[in-house]
């Protein structure tokens, strides 16, 4: 493994270390429950979890909508 190699790698686990702590002191801060309310259903989660969950769903649409326009620009091209 190359000089460079080893930065790069130790770049990467230092990143995921501090994300990890990062994540971590969120969540200890959001620790208070709160009540999502939807038509019929009530669910009581903590405050950081349903933070997670927003950002998640937000991520899976965003690459949803990515991934429909390059189809969609990909099908023009091959018109």
Do not use: D
């Not at 190359?2 to 990467?12: S, T």
């Not at 309310?37 to 969950?53: P, R, Y």
């Not at 969609?72 to 091209?77: D, L, M, S, Y």
Request: aromatic share 16%.
């Amino acid at each position: 493994m190359g000089k460079y190699q080893k930065f790069g790698l130790f770049i990467i686990i230092f990143t995921t270390i501090i994300f990890l702590i990062v994540i971590v002191i969120f969540s200890i801060q959001n620790l208070g429950n709160v009540t999502i309310s939807f038509l019929f259903w009530k669910v009581e989660l903590s405050l950081a979890t349903v933070i997670f969950l927003s950002l998640l769903i937000g991520i899976i649409f965003g690459i949803i909508m990515i991934e429909l326009i390059r189809f969609k620009i990909g099908k023009k091209q091959l018109k």
